[in-house]
Every structure is written in C-alpha cells, then in structure tokens.
C-alpha cells in the first residue's frame, strides 16, 4: 500500500506566476455557482498583481472551498489552495470576524492550546505502528470507524490534528508550540488521514513521510475493491486527491479500469466535489448548500449505488437522491469476522 505515497513536493510558484489562462475556472464550484470572474483563483492572483490586499479579496476567498481541483490544471504550478489559505490568515487580521466566527475562533484557540498534551500521550505509541487520523466526522460515526480500523489494523490517535485543520480553514494563526507537538507525535510513522487538507499540509509540513488519503488507503484492500461493479458511482474525496494529483490520477484510473465503476472525474482528471463549503459555511455562519453540487455531480449518471470516501459526501447524497448510499469501508466484511483472521497494514 504504501507504494502510493508521495515523494516531498516541488516548491510552488506564487500568484506572480499566474499568466491568466483561466484553466482554474474548469472544475471550480465557486465559478460554478457564481458565474463571475471574480469569484475564481485567477482573480486572487491577478487581483495581487495588481496590487490588491487581503480585505479587498474577501469575497473570493471566503466563497473558495479549498477543494483543490484548481491545483493540479495550473499550468504555471501555483499552489492556488495554499494561497488562498495564507490569504484567509491575513483576511482574519484585517476584518473583524463576524460574531458566530469570532465564536469559533475563540473556541478553536482553546481546543489549540489544549493540544499540546493530547500530542504528548501519542508519542507514547510504537513507532512501527502505522496512525489512522479520523477527523471529527469518522470519529463520530462509530460504526464506520470500527469497519476502518478492521480493514486497515492502524491505531486511531487521540490528537488528529482536527484543531490545526480548522484553523487552516478559518485562517487561524496555529501556534508553533501546537504545530511541532503534533508534527513530532506523527514523525517516523505511516499515516491515513480522513481531512484532505490537513493531508495536503502533512506532504510540507513532513516531507518524505508515508502518508495518504482515507479513500485511497481502503480502496486498496480486495474486500473493498470485489464489492465495486459497474452500477456504482465512486466519489473520491477531492482534497486528498488533489493534494497528490498526479499519483492519484493513475491509481483511481486502475481501479476504474479493474472495478468498472463510474468515477467523479472529469474529461481533465479532476475530482469534482460532491460538498463544497465556503468560508461562512465552516465558521457556522451559514448553512451549507451542498445539494446543487451533488445533484451536478449526478447528471447524466444513473449509477444503482453512489459509493463515498466521505461521510460528508455519504449525507449530501442521501439528501437529494433516493439511490443507496454507502461509505467505502462498508463494502469490506463486518469487522468481527475481519479480527479472526491474521491481519496486516500494507
């Protein structure tokens, strides 16, 4: 499995770089739902050029789900998502946070500074064994995250990151001493993270390290992967995706090639996102509008069954369509019968 893991990426360019082709708008739900230049990662970039600050941007770059399939079509190899995010950091310095954000900025300091010490029993855990980050949402469906350590043998940690991964969200300053603790209880491991972002972050943050999405780390596995057919639409969880486009893009083409399934890319290989939150819709400000996405992911397809890497994914189909939904891990055999039998990662 870990055969799929990336190698340290390339330094990025900067929006400087950025020549204005527009390749950014192909796949970008913000584009979509707008139909507007300005509501696109071109016109970030270009907006800087030409001199514009953070404040000025904010529209933009609270509207941007940090999906990533605008990363991997720029042809001058911007790191668009990243910069939207340092952007977002400024944004929080320039403008006061509307009250239900100040709100969760408040909280998410909090959970920040209680971290450190949560990082501190993880490093407590044997080097050889490989870490499961499950994210809020895994966490909380215990039943799939029962069939996910069953499928994979990781051990689940205390400390996800879940706090760093909001803060890159919500352009939240996360402090040092938080960062290297949680960095340090991670190095010398393998890791399957459930956030895309926070994986995407994990590739510059710890380079050379053994790490990859959730999906992609289930959907290795043969129970997993015999329960796929040509009647299921598969979803990938676009984040992680697009944090290793380019390994990625051949490892979900296999297990097209293998399975017959219908899979969320488009003509250009890009996982299009079936939840597409904005910066008001993490803070809590506003509620999500998901559905349009997921029924625009749906045209034109009529699979028997949707198939999910996420749980968010898993609840916005469920909403707008009568076919069955399942999570990947659910397709491997029930967990009890996978622990009878001699297990490993890898």
């Not at 399975?259 to 996982?271: E, F, V």
Request: negative net charge.
């Amino acid at each position: 499995m870990f055969g799929l893991f990336a190698p340290a990426p390339v330094t990025p360019r900067t929006y400087s770089d950025c020549s204005g082709c527009s390749l950014c708008l192909l796949a970008c739900p913000m584009w979509r739902k707008h139909r507007d230049p300005r509501f696109s990662a071109e016109a970030v970039a270009k907006g800087l050029q030409c001199g514009a600050v953070a404040a000025e941007l904010a529209r933009p770059l609270e509207a941007c789900s940090l999906c990533g399939a605008c990363d991997p079509v720029c042809p001058e190899g911007i790191d668009l998502p990243g910069l939207i995010m340092d952007l977002r950091l400024q944004l929080a310095n320039s403008l006061p946070a509307p009250p239900p954000r100040q709100a969760a900025l408040d909280d998410l300091h909090a959970r920040m500074r209680q971290g450190a010490g949560d990082a501190a029993a993880q490093a407590e855990i044997s080097r050889a064994a490989p870490l499961l980050l499950p994210g809020p949402e895994l966490r909380a469906d215990t039943a799939v995250l029962a069939r996910v350590r069953a499928l994979l043998g990781l051990v689940v940690v205390d400390d996800d990151g879940a706090d760093i991964s909001q803060a890159l969200e919500l352009g939240a300053v996360i402090p040092q001493a938080r960062l290297e603790s949680f960095l340090a209880s991670l190095r010398g491991h393998s890791i399957v993270a459930a956030d895309g972002l926070l994986l995407r972050q994990l590739r510059r943050w710890l380079p050379g390290s053994q790490r990859m999405g959730l999906g992609a780390a289930l959907s290795t596995r043969v129970a997993v992967r015999s329960n796929l057919g040509e009647s299921d639409l598969y979803v990938i969880e676009p984040r992680a995706f697009h944090a290793d486009h380019g390994r990625m893009v051949g490892f979900y083409d296999r297990l097209q090639r293998e399975t017959g399934c219908l899979i969320n890319l488009d003509l250009q290989r890009m996982a299009i996102p079936a939840t597409a939150h904005g910066l008001a819709q993490e803070a809590g400000e506003m509620a999500a509008d998901d559905d349009a996405q997921a029924r625009w992911i749906l045209q034109g397809r009529k699979p028997a069954r949707i198939v999910v890497e996420s749980l968010a994914d898993l609840a916005a189909f469920k909403r707008v369509c009568d076919l069955p939904v399942v999570h990947l891990a659910e397709l491997g055999e029930d967990p009890e019968m996978i622990q009878r039998r001699p297990h490993a990662f890898g």
